[in-house]
């Protein structure tokens, strides 16, 4: 099992949703790709590019 889907797993069984740990993971790199291009353009909007 890899690490994402360990995490994913963990974070599921905390909130105790009945999701299936697939949904779980896809939910959690969604987040993860989401919180990176946020702070891409976080970056762009400091430095002044488009």
């Known amino acids: 099992m890899s690490r994402t889907m360990e995490i994913a797993e963990r974070q599921s069984k905390a909130i105790g949703n009945k ?4 949904a ?3 939910r ?8 990176a291009r946020v702070h891409v353009l976080n970056e762009c909007i ?3 590019y488009d």
Do not use: D, N, Q
Request: charge should be positive; aromatic fraction near 12%.
């Open 19 to 22: 999701e299936s740990p697939t």
């Open 24 to 26: 779980a993971t896809l």
């Open 28 to 35: 959690w790199v969604t987040a993860k790709t989401f919180m």
């Open 46 to 48: 400091i430095r002044g």
